[in-house]
């Protein structure tokens, strides 16, 4: 709950609701996406994307809170019903919407994030809520929500967009703000990619020394987080008025054309897992910085669906800025700035250098030969890989060398494929003995 400003309120709550967008297919995270929703993703190890923004949410004590699913949303949904359970002395809820059936009897799919929160509209309606907080399904943050909607009622906005400043690179894929001394936002564009529009929301040095944030280098701007807070009338004006589908893309041009919209400067770490690389890279940070993700804050932390595993097993293994999760058994010869997730299993004498592993959701009891099954999964005896992402319950036999020897940039095969020089084995995959690549 947020104190309301008014003094003559101050023992009125503000009531939250949070809504949390999880439909997309997460396209230009394919592979990874054949099998999984985006925010169902592995993450870390042990986590999956979505329980970000549900945990961030319960620890800024906003506990009623709607995920809205579409694209393979089974895995999804078993996930959140098996991690977020709240009881009469700590009470939630986590309600997860998906597409229903119109009186024709025909699924009414959701066509973009603010088609999404339109067509769940009388559900969320039914909340008291007096702001919605919309959050992403697939970002990474450790974000105090509080102080988001102190700030949101303070200037009694009707929208107020988490932002941050970001260099060039970034900004070609983010929205970008412009705001006034007040953080009042004056003009909005989502990805803008030619010079003249990025040229136009360029921030002055002036800005730097008055909130005393020091970018890497110049130019900078200050960039959406895809992180809304929605006064509740004004978000069913904007639905109504508006009709289009996306709020990035259509909505919030409208709404910053309305005025009465401000941006919240957040200075945390924050990353949007767009892109192969961009997931790569934000799980193996974990192993050698303090700038990702805070999953050590005992006080703050990242929830997930409990697993009661043994911690890993580890047998005469060299191994170097790595993360190893419960439940592995590691017979490996050498693992270095890998993760390794739950249920991992790394036979004798094979090397791992800068590679996810996913893991698995269960263990297969072994046969009485050793002869693996359709079932098992495991990496055989006397590989060698580097720089790859392995998703869950894959099974690599012995003496196989994935090291895109080629070079590829982008590639699709059978059971392998490259994206942004990093090789990726999908969920199910059976790599043959010898396979070399």
Not at 310 to 322: L, V
Request: proline share 5%; aromatic share 10%.
């Amino acid at each position: 709950m947020v104190r309301k400003r008014d003094v003559s309120m101050s023992k009125q709550e503000i009531q939250v609701a949070t809504v949390v967008l999880a439909g997309g297919q997460g396209t230009r995270l394919h592979p990874l996406t054949l099998h999984h929703a985006k925010p169902a993703v592995s993450y870390g190890g042990r986590y999956r994307l979505i329980d970000i923004p549900i945990s961030n949410s319960i620890n800024s004590g906003f506990r009623q809170i709607f995920v809205i699913a579409q694209y393979l949303s089974g895995e999804l949904q078993h996930h959140i019903g098996q991690t977020y359970r709240f009881d009469y002395y700590n009470p939630g809820t986590v309600d997860v919407l998906t597409p229903q059936e119109n009186e024709r009897g025909e699924k009414e799919w959701f066509e973009g994030t603010a088609d999404a929160v339109r067509k769940n509209l009388p559900t969320l309606l039914k909340s008291p809520a007096d702001y919605f907080l919309i959050l992403a399904g697939d970002q990474l943050y450790n974000m105090n929500f509080q102080k988001l909607l102190e700030f949101a009622d303070e200037k009694q906005a009707d929208l107020t967009i988490a932002s941050i400043p970001v260099l060039e690179k970034e900004a070609r894929r983010m929205g970008l703000l412009k705001i006034d001394k007040e953080c009042g936002i004056t003009d909005f564009s989502e990805k803008p990619s030619e010079r003249p529009a990025l040229q136009k929301f360029q921030l002055p040095d002036s800005f730097f020394e008055s909130w005393k944030i020091k970018p890497e280098k110049q130019p900078s701007y200050l960039g959406s987080m895809g992180i809304y807070v929605f006064k509740r009338e004004a978000l069913v004006s904007l639905l109504k008025k508006d009709a289009r589908h996306d709020f990035g893309h259509h909505l919030i041009s409208t709404a910053v054309g309305d005025g009465n919209a401000y941006a919240f400067l957040y200075g945390g770490y924050w990353e949007d897992i767009g892109t192969i690389s961009s997931y790569y890279e934000a799980n193996l940070v974990l192993t050698c910085s303090s700038r990702g993700l805070d999953t050590y804050d005992e006080k703050n932390p990242i929830f997930t669906r409990p697993t009661f595993l043994p911690g890993p097993k580890i047998k005469k293994t060299k191994i170097t800025q790595s993360i190893i999760c419960e439940g592995s058994i590691i017979e490996a010869e050498e693992i270095s700035n890998c993760v390794i997730g739950l249920r991992s299993h790394i036979k004798n004498g094979t090397i791992l250098r800068d590679t996810v592993m996913m893991g698995n959701h269960f263990y297969m009891p072994p046969t009485h030969d050793g002869t693996p099954r359709d079932r098992d999964f495991w990496i055989g005896e006397n590989c060698l890989i580097e720089k790859a992402i392995i998703d869950e319950h894959v099974l690599i036999g012995d003496n196989v060398r994935l090291t895109n020897q080629k070079k590829h940039t982008h590639y699709d095969g059978e059971g392998i494929y490259v994206r942004d020089g990093i090789l990726i084995v999908p969920s199910g995959a059976r790599i043959p003995a010898g396979f070399v690549f």
